[in-house]
């Protein structure tokens, strides 16, 4: 018998989000991990999915997205970064913010080709670049806080580099980039030929009064860039699978080359669904960051004198752990403890990385009930106390 090929992707297993769910589901733990709210959506969407399928919206969508959602997005974009887009264009729904990245990765990213994407970074990428048979340069954010090394980026690129992976607010960090990060990421891809790819999934949830600086509002950024958002994030649903991107036509028209050929169009009643729920509530999405602050604030206050030591969280759905208190171990074999002694699942941030590092965090998800939260606290609060460290 001949033997099997290994396949494109022989090192990669599966994601670590589906790995500590299904073990919090094994084990029946708290499940912290993969980022997903455990409460209920919008009754009111509920009803709008509901009268889509009933009004008969069943086949198939416009390959580009509804045209109608795609105006409503528009009209987002435009009241809350005061950005004019054209639906028509410049706006795609996608199978959720991932078929956006894979697919604008694909449609861009040829063989020897180079992208940047910062360590560490979300697990999708690099596979994504590597099935378009390009190579990631990984250029690690540095401690304390995941810094950008912006001289480092520069160094990194050279005439083969197609594209720069951007991330803010950042999963894992749970960092915020700032104007002047974009100005140096402007400053370092300017009389190049290199686009970027900004995966901006939690542009609602931004800490403390800060701002989120979109690539879109840096006129020299928007561009040459793929702005990638996301409906299961705004909509506390991230079940629908409905993301967007937004990029000038140019670039919209390679995206769409893939995109028709790998999920084609998007489910069709969720999209009418969703365009009637933004013009019912245009706004929907503003009061993210303080819903979840209230649930970061919440959470790192019961965690007070645990001993676990908390990372600033200046955006995204998430909590860094620090455990460095409790144990040497690598944050892998950290996150199974936690698991089967503390009965709750967490991501550890290893698999983010291509060089990893040890690093003392664990990632909890801040998407969760407030009895969740609390329960999460008292059992972290309990491992903390319990006489045996590992
Ligand atoms: N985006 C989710 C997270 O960071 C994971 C989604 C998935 O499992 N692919 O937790």
Same mark, same amino acid.
């Given at each position: ?7 494109? *992707? ?30 209920? =959506? ?19 969508? @416009? ?13 987002? #974009? ?8 054209? @639906?028509?264009? $410049? ?24 992208? =940047? ?23 690690? *954010? ?46 370092? =891809?300017?009389?190049?030929? =290199? ?7 939690? $542009?609602?949830?931004?800490? /403390? ?10 006129? $020299? ?35 769409? !080359? ?53 990372? @600033? ?8 752990? /620090? ?7 690598? /944050? ?35 998407? !969760?009930?407030?009895?969740?939260? /609390?329960?999460?606290?008292?059992? #972290? ?10």
């Amino acid at each position: 018998m001949t033997a099997l090929r290994p396949g494109k *992707l022989p090192d990669v297993g599966t994601t670590i989000f589906t790995v500590m769910s299904r073990r919090a589901h094994e084990l029946g733990a708290l499940n912290l991990g993969q980022g997903f709210p455990d409460y209920d =959506i919008d009754p009111r969407l509920t009803e709008l999915v509901a009268a889509a399928m009933t009004a008969g919206h069943n086949q198939y969508a @416009p390959m580009e997205g509804l045209l109608s959602l795609r105006e409503r997005i528009a009209a987002k #974009l435009l009241s809350v970064y005061g950005l004019p887009s054209d @639906p028509e264009r $410049e706006i795609t729904v996608t199978l959720g913010a991932t078929e956006a990245i894979f697919s604008a990765i694909q449609a861009v990213v040829g063989a020897g080709d180079e992208v =940047i994407a910062f360590d560490p970074a979300y697990d999708s990428y690099e596979p994504a670049v590597r099935l378009a048979g390009g190579r990631c340069v990984r250029v690690p *954010l540095t401690q304390p806080g995941f810094r950008y090394d912006w001289e480092r980026v520069r160094a990194s690129v050279n005439v083969r580099t197609r594209l720069v992976l951007f991330n803010s607010p950042h999963n894992p960090a749970c960092t915020v980039a700032t104007g002047a990060d974009l100005d140096r990421l402007a400053a370092v =891809i300017r009389d190049r030929d =290199i686009l970027v790819l900004s995966d901006e999934v939690y $542009e609602h949830v931004v800490f /403390d009064g800060a701002a989120h600086h979109s690539v879109l509002t840096h006129p $020299e950024l928007a561009a040459r860039s793929f702005a990638v958002f996301s409906f299961g994030k705004t909509l506390h649903a991230t079940g629908l699978r409905i993301g967007y991107c937004v990029a000038p036509a140019h670039l919209t028209a390679q995206l769409r !080359k893939v995109h028709q050929f790998n999920t084609f169009s998007i489910a069709h009643p969720l999209q009418h669904a969703i365009a009637a729920y933004l013009q019912e509530r245009p706004d929907c999405g503003l009061e993210l960051a303080a819903f979840f602050q209230a649930k970061r604030d919440r959470l790192r206050s019961a965690l007070k004198g645990s001993g676990f030591a908390l990372p @600033p969280a200046q955006g995204s759905y998430f909590q860094l752990l /620090d455990f460095s208190e409790f144990s040497r171990a690598g /944050d892998l074999e950290f996150a199974e403890t936690l698991l089967t002694a503390g009965g709750v699942a967490s991501i550890p941030l290893s698999p983010f990385y291509a060089v990893p590092q040890r690093l003392p965090f664990v990632r909890l998800c801040l998407a !969760k009930r407030d009895s969740t939260l /609390d329960e999460a606290a008292a059992r #972290l609060n309990a491992f903390a106390a319990r006489p045996s460290r590992s």
